[in-house]
């Protein structure tokens, strides 16, 4: 990784630029400004694409990029991957441009961290002092920018600690500040970091204090003594993304996943750009068995991976395997709606990868899932037996496809060997690490113990209930649950059961807890018109079926 060297900022016409708009008008603009500064190298260009070449030649010491790069790529994953391949770093000046100012544009570009962000459009004499201002900025907390470049923050605090006793650097402090509160996080020096942010806190009311003293106190695990202001911070429009992520991850670490889900949905909703937030957020969803929030999520993480650094033909695949799942899982209509737009994306992969001997493979196997959620089992045998690899792959995600097509098949010992072959393949100790381990461990206890998808034990447990088998039909009915927690058919159905159990001598206290459960959960849904009239009519009934125990 090239970094830029101090003296090499004291020079104007020794300056590199890399102007990234595909707006002429914005180059010509910043061109007049930059060279009546004395800079003469700029080099610009109207898309992602040659941004990226021209780095890969030259080292620059400015990127201006703007946000609205539309021909190939969005200036955030544009930036993203100069990151990822060390072409911009903190001893870089990084400034990004952009005509929007939207909460979730600019959560995004808090991300990524600019020197400068100038909005559009450009006057002449501004872009010349904000310039100058962000380089002296530059030139003069050099030392610090780059021990945080070489991650060597024990440095980096040293250097923060000079500079602010440099009374000279005082318009300079609350930079050097942030920077240090930063560092000490990165060394897990949480009760210094504590102690620092608490401080800081009677003199200034940056969102970054704000957000450094809550994840100083979220780390030693003492969240109950930060609720008042949590809760003050959610409502304000600076802090609140940060809010939500730091819960998450705060949640994620207690292994309160539930919770954990909630904050990472909304953190996603006000930064929707930043793909390992968004996988979280699958990843969250496939342990809270909630089928729609996996779709939505891969569905997000192949719309918003589109042209970056992350873009591949598997996440066009997790989609597919989505929407499998929750074909699977829910019992209307919506089932063949989304198993038409799961034909659309096999099409897609077929014609831009059908010759990929390793995508022929994964594309067999998601064939065989779509012939079981159809109902047409002994094709899905055949394929399996005389076409699918049965062994493990080098991907998780294709091994987990594998588990399931083998459950639905029957196949329970190939499954549960599979399962362990997956156990092994998840290392690491890091919160995704944790979280996936979670979901192959509940994965494992429920290919175990449940035989049948959600639709099939939904099937079952109707042709129970009409031919009066009530523990049988509620038997069926919890496991489907125990798979889509929050379906609100499947809890009208245990209801109606409930109903009935209750009307004979069979009833009992586990049924009534059960029953009232369901209602609680229905009545706190989002069910509107009909659907809230079904649900009241249902909660009429279970109350009035008191009068005829037995």
Known sequence: MEITEKNELDDFSQLKVLLIDDNLLVHDTLKSALRDLGIQYVKCTENAYYGVRF???TKFHVVICSFNVNSDKDGFHLLEELKFKGYVNKTTVLIFLSTETSEALVNSIVELQPDDFWVKPLAYKKVQERLIHTLQTKKQLFN???????????????????YLLDNSLAKYHPN?????GESLLNLLEFKTAESFFQELLTSYKYAWVYLGYVKSLLKQGRIDEIHALLEK????????????DLLAQYYIEQEQYDCAYDEIKKATALSPRNIERNKKSWDLARLNHDHEGQYIATRNIAQQAKNSIHDSPALTLNVIRSGIDLANAITDERSSKVLLQTDKYIHQLESDYGEDDEFKQQLLVVKARLYNVREQSDKATDLVENHVNLKASTQIEDNLDKVKVF???GMREEAIKMLDVIRNQVSGDSLTSQVINKYIEQETIERAEINFTPKQLSEMATEHFEKKRMQPALDAIEQALRLTPNNIKLTMSLLKILIMIKQSNEFAAEHKKLGD??????LSSKVKGSGLAAIEKLNLKWTSAEHTEH
């Open 517 to 522: 459960d369901a209602i609680e959960m229905l």
């Open 144 to 162: 610090l920018y780059r021990a945080i470049d070489t991650k060597n923050y024990s440095k980096a605090v040293y250097f923060a600690d000079r």
């Open 55 to 57: 780095c890969e030649k």
């Open 233 to 244: 911070l959610v409502k304000k429009p600076e802090t609140r993304f940060g809010v939500h």
């Open 176 to 180: 050097i500040m942030r920077m240090k």
């Open 407 to 409: 459950h639905e098949l």
